[in-house]
């Protein structure tokens, strides 16, 4: 199909927020059409459309020129909360004590820090974890469980990062996508919140 051949185009707000993923038609469209609305950021160099009359590129990323209201703070708070989507996706689906592979089916937030031991819910002491390994941790501070089960912390859990907040915002991207979507909002000096 036409549609899965072509990449994607991130729209952001006047005030540098991402709305939305649009088709390369729509986006096409915008850039055509409503020149006065829309700035384009950058555009995919490998893709051109072409039609009897003329050559025309995609927009890779896109500025609207109005503003559009978004819950900003919401956005932040999200991103800084220990939930298991946001440490699955850091910590790569992965049990942080074991290594194997988890889902969000099979997997648990576990507090490397024990809350009983004063640690804190917050995502830099959260991880994800197998039942086993969460099991097995119980309230044992890590080096305990080190040392107990020779399971070793693989990763010590931090904050998000922007690709990182871009992969939860947009659930599935293709590479070809993601690479310059994080080049232009670089560029623009754009922070993700
Ligand atoms: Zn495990």
New binding site residues.
Partial sequence: MMKEKYPRCLVLSVNNQILSITPWIRAINLSEKRKNDVIVLSWYDDYKIHSESKTFKIPAVIKLNYYVKLQRKKMEQNFNAPTLKNILVRDNFT??????K?SFRNATRDHVIPLSHGGKNSIDNVVS??????FLKGNLSLEEFERKYH?HLINKPRPLTDEEKIKILIKFFKNKEKKIWLKSLKKEGIDLW
């Fill in positions: 049990c942080q004590y074991c290594g194997k988890i974890s197998c039942h086993e390994c969460n399971r």
